[in-house]
């Protein structure tokens, strides 16, 4: 066996390839260094991020219970589908499978999808940019089917989610609804207004009544669950969890079953009146000793409800378009001239100053010249020679245009606005209108004419140019009830936290005593406390065994030419009144007596328990 | 005639150290690696069971090829050519197929996949076909390219771009050497550039290769598509920092982020959960069976057992780069596995069965050869 040469590659070969590899695994180590070393934080973040995911939990708003402790406004568990944007592996075909499973239209998830919190996004790549995780809110209130077929789907739809959210709920719909109000999601602007506050993104705030005036007090502090999810955005296991904590109650001063009592009346009322024809309407009954609210209805009023879950566009339509409008809060909101029911003013102003002596006899011929220009009295005629209680009972305009014409503008003007009007008496409601009491300045501004001697003549019966809602109606007889002390009318008594203990009380506040003396106010009341006798304007009204004093009224609308507005305040019981009560019907037609009145006796006789 | 003892005091003194150490404590992280990555599977405690069954199979492999002569691999090597070329047919008329690929066959209750030890055959095979002739000329190049083609495109049909690039890899390595004048191999890359960009432009590659191939050169054009891989495991990997988020602990694996975490992303596993230490551990084993291939190149005694190992340590070499580069993004996610570490039988076994081929054309540089065997 003869021996070969030993095989040699060549050196420079060698060189080469093993310089190839060791450059190959340099650039390896070089690139591992730069991931892992040098940039390992930004991923080390990333993985974080990756995996980490705060899942909101809404706290349930605080329960609101009226005097009495009753509950009145509460939540529900309600199981909706919840879409977090940047699990959404593909779009089109998981909205197919939700549309089907909830039954609902495509082209409306697309929507909610799309126009959402007040924002409007072009396409579907712009939420996931803003909102990565959402949550965006499908489908509300599923059923346990629904929710049980979305459950079996779970692997085919990565970031649609079933949670389940507290609701609100109004378990009386429409009652009430004037004085609640009602939640919805907060929008873009109003984050942009509360964030310092607190408020996030996806909160559920109010928007109107007490949920928006004291949205503080009721939207507790949302939790928070820390998780952490998989690739395909399941959560793997829950790192922590802080429980949300449940927003504070509410007591009012609202006494539920006068509520559902004065609703019922007012709804019946208008409809016993107008029979097909519908009318806007608004009773408020306060604590004439606190200023406490105890009931407050507009008509027509809305379900509060239809906005918990974010309120369908053809039910917002449905209440923006009613020419009734049934958002509006009449009770607090509604200012138009007062008629007669203002004599109560007139009346105290009257004897305190006095122009007028209580038993002083004043010829009533109906009619009377106030500088020039001569004012009738349609409804009443004259009653002759009279004094200021049977007048005052009578409605007797020639009566009160005496004394409006002795009074003059100006002091009748200081007697209005110490009694309240043409400001906010600053209830706890949002919304609230002033009203109005025309002054020279005022009058020169709208009409382009100054305020005439002769216009206190008019406005001393409620007519012109003067305004006042409901409530400061409620509020002026209250103060005439109390002996003049005019208090800041409210609807929460205090606030309360999840054990019912009271952590903040409001005690009644008063804005001021009215500058009339009490013989003066007990001579009103002695006129009201007649205005069911013969000879008083709601003459036939009586309600057995509950003797109550009361003044109707009837305001003329676009100067003589509109269908009246009526009126009736009401106190109860006449001796030792509990309850103030201003009743307003707009535009109704007819008089005080005919429209208005009945709404109260029906009131009275429902809440004092009496034969009708 | 050697003696029938498998274990002797020649033996032991012609074993090449760093080969084996290297391959075996690679193996050996490679069962922690598996058995993290697959804690949330479906096969949790099996995997890496199974790999720890291949792995003593593919040691045993390892030291009989270590036992075997060389020599013997170039004259069976039309055979094992052959076996090859079957094995991959069969595959498309015998359909097994896992994640839209034609890569397994079934023998018995073995599940086996032909593009491994394909990787193997074909370095046997170019090596002896380049000891046929001088190839003095270019031309006489044309049995190794096409028999390197062949399969070539057989495997780039399962589809299994990776191992192509392997097969090519192998065969770019022997070439380099083997081809008398460099010019000739200068030649050979052009037409190889040419050949690559003809195939990326056809319809050859399906459609998500090439997405891969176009991620790879912008990672973030599709960053929850294709690029997803890629992103998650750069994540993952970063995520290690120096010394790891610990065994079990790396929230891209276990929470699954990272795909294919027990087999194509396996080195990711290992960076997050070990960080770089754990990295430079693997890398200075790789780098030692690096130093045994190239130690073995250069005690090869002939031409044929020097190409066999240049083409063995190339493939080796390759896997590694590949595979390690494409989990941070500078390679293209081709779906190479990672020498001992990924799961997969037929891997580690050709693994082993290679090293126990450079084991033993490492254990004869000092015998003599017979003239007639040149």
Redesign the interface.
């Known amino acids: 066996m003869r021996q070969r040469a030993r095989f040699r590659a060549s050196p420079w070969r060698l060189a080469g390839f093993i310089a190839g590899m060791t450059i190959a695994l340099l650039a390896v180590v070089a690139r591992l260094i730069s991931v892992q070393l040098v940039h390992g934080d930004q991923y080390r973040a990333a993985a974080t991020a990756n995996q980490v995911r705060l899942i909101p939990v809404a706290a349930p708003r605080g329960i609101i219970f009226d005097r009495s402790g009753k509950v009145v406004v509460r939540n529900r568990p309600s199981f909706v589908v919840a879409l977090i944007p940047s699990e959404v592996k593909d779009i089109r075909a998981e909205l197919e499978v939700v549309a089907q499973t909830l039954d609902l239209p495509q082209a409306l998830l697309w929507d909610r999808l799309l126009h959402h919190h007040g924002v409007n996004y072009r396409n579907f790549d712009e939420v996931v940019t803003y909102e990565p995780y959402g949550p965006v809110i499908l489908g509300s209130d599923l059923s346990v089917k629904q929710m049980a077929r979305l459950a079996e789907l779970k692997n085919d739809l990565p970031g649609v989610d079933v949670q389940a959210q507290p609701v609100r709920d109004y378990p009386y719909r429409g009652e009430g609804s004037h004085v609640f109000g009602y939640v919805g999601q907060i929008t873009e602007d109003e984050y942009a207004q509360l964030k310092m506050e607190g408020y996030t993104p996806n909160d559920v705030i109010g928007k109107d009544g007490l949920e928006a005036v004291y949205d503080r007090y009721l939207r507790g502090v949302p939790g928070g669950d820390q998780v952490a999810v998989d690739a395909q955005g399941q959560v793997a296991r829950h790192l922590s969890y802080r429980p949300p904590i449940p927003g504070n109650g509410l007591i009012l001063t609202l006494d539920w079953r006068l509520q559902e009592i004065v609703e019922r009346a007012l709804a019946k009322g208008i409809r016993a009146w107008g029979g097909r024809r519908r009318f806007g309407g608004a009773v408020v009954v306060e604590d004439p000793w606190t200023g406490g609210i105890l009931a407050l209805a507009s008509s027509p009023n809305f379900d509060p409800n239809d906005f918990a879950i974010s309120i369908s566009a053809k039910r917002y339509a449905y209440y923006l378009n009613d020419p009734l409008r049934p958002l509006y809060n009449r009770a607090i909101a509604a200012a138009t001239p007062t008629g007669s029911t203002f004599k109560m003013v007139t009346g105290s102003a009257a004897l305190t100053v006095p122009v007028v002596k209580l038993h002083e006899v004043v010829y009533d011929s109906g009619a009377w010249n106030c500088g020039g220009a001569l004012f009738r009295d349609i409804a009443a005629g004259g009653l002759g020679a009279t004094t200021f209680v049977p007048a005052l009972a009578a409605s007797s305009d020639g009566f009160f245009y005496q004394m409006s014409w002795r009074l003059g503008n100006e002091r009748l003007r200081k007697y209005a606005l110490a009694f309240g009007l043409g400001a906010l008496s600053g209830i706890d409601l949002p919304g609230e209108y002033p009203g109005n009491w025309p002054t020279n300045a005022w009058s020169l501004k709208v009409t382009g004419l100054p305020l005439e001697p002769s216009d206190v003549c008019s406005l001393g019966i409620g007519q012109g140019a003067m305004q006042a809602t409901p409530l400061q109606m409620a509020n002026v007889e209250s103060a005439v009830i109390n002996g003049g002390t005019l208090y800041r009318p409210h609807v929460v008594h205090a606030v309360v936290d999840q054990a019912n203990r009271i952590v903040k009380t409001f005690e009644p506040q008063v804005i001021r005593e009215v500058p009339v003396t009490k013989a003066a106010l007990a001579a009103v009341r002695d006129g009201m406390s007649r205005v069911t006798d013969p000879g008083g304007t709601a003459y036939g009204l009586a309600i057995e065994g509950l003797p109550f004093g009361g003044k109707t009224g009837t305001a003329e609308t676009a100067g003589g030419a509109g269908p009246n507005t009526t009126w009736f305040v009401a106190y109860a019981p006449a001796k030792h009144p509990v309850l103030a009560m201003a009743v307003f019907v707009d535009r109704s037609g007819g008089y005080g007596a005919q429209v208005a009145a009945p709404i109260a006796r029906d009131v009275l006789v429902q809440y004092f328990h009496m034969k009708p | 005639m050697a003696t029938l003892t498998f274990v002797s005091r020649r033996r032991i003194r012609e074993l090449n150290w760093p080969l084996l150490v290297g391959s075996i404590a690679a193996t050996a992280i490679g069962l922690f690696v598996i058995q993290s990555a697959g804690l949330h599977t479906a096969e949790a405690h099996t995997a890496y069971r199974k790999q720890a069954v291949y792995a003593v199979l593919g040691i045993g492999i390892m030291f009989g090829c270590s036992v075997v002569d060389y020599r013997i691999w170039r004259r069976i090597a039309p055979y094992l050519y052959g076996l090859n070329l079957a094995a991959l047919l069969a595959i498309l008329v015998l359909p097994h197929t896992s994640h839209g690929a034609q890569r397994w066959i079934a023998i018995g209750p073995l599940i086996v996949q032909p593009s491994e030890p394909a990787k193997l055959f074909l370095a046997i095979a170019i090596a002896a076909m380049l000891c046929r002739s001088d190839y003095r000329k270019l031309t006489d190049m044309w049995l190794p390219l096409l028999a390197t083609a062949v399969p070539a495109i057989l495997i780039l049909k399962q589809p299994d771009l990776g191992t192509t690039l392997v097969i090519m890899a192998i065969l770019t390595?022997e070439l380099?050497?083997g081809l008398r004048r460099?010019e000739d191999f200068l030649i050979y890359i052009g037409g190889l550039a040419a050949a690559a960009t003809y195939v990326v432009s056809s319809h050859f590659l399906k459609p998500f290769q090439k997405a891969r191939l176009l991620v790879f050169l912008n990672p973030k054009i599709d960053p929850?598509g294709v690029g997803y891989s890629l992103n998650?495991s750069?994540?993952?990997?970063?995520?290690?920092?120096?010394i790891g988020r610990g065994w079990h602990q790396g929230?891209?694996t276990?929470?699954?982020?990272v795909?294919e975490h027990a087999t194509d992303f396996a080195f990711t596993v290992l960076?997050e959960e070990f960080?770089?230490l754990g990295?430079v551990v693997l890398?200075a084993l790789?780098?030692t069976i690096?130093v045994g291939g190239?130690q073995a190149?250069?005690a090869?005694?002939?031409?044929f057992?020097?190409l066999l190992a240049?083409g063995i340590?190339a493939m080796l070499?390759f896997h590694?780069?590949v595979n390690?580069?494409m989990t941070?993004?500078?390679m293209p996610i081709t779906g190479i596995p990672l020498p001992f570490i990924s799961y997969g039988g037929s891997a580690i076994v050709t693994d082993f069965a290679a090293i126990g081929i450079l084991l033993n054309i490492y254990a004869q540089k000092d015998r003599?050869?017979?003239?007639s065997e040149?």
């Open positions: 390595a380099y050497f460099i929850q998650q750069k994540i993952a990997v970063g995520n290690g920092q120096w929230t891209q276990q929470l699954n982020f795909p960076a960080g770089f990295v890398l790789y780098v690096l190239v190149m250069l090869a005694r002939d031409r057992s020097f240049t340590v070499c590694m780069i390690i580069g941070i993004g500078i003599l050869i017979a003239r040149e």
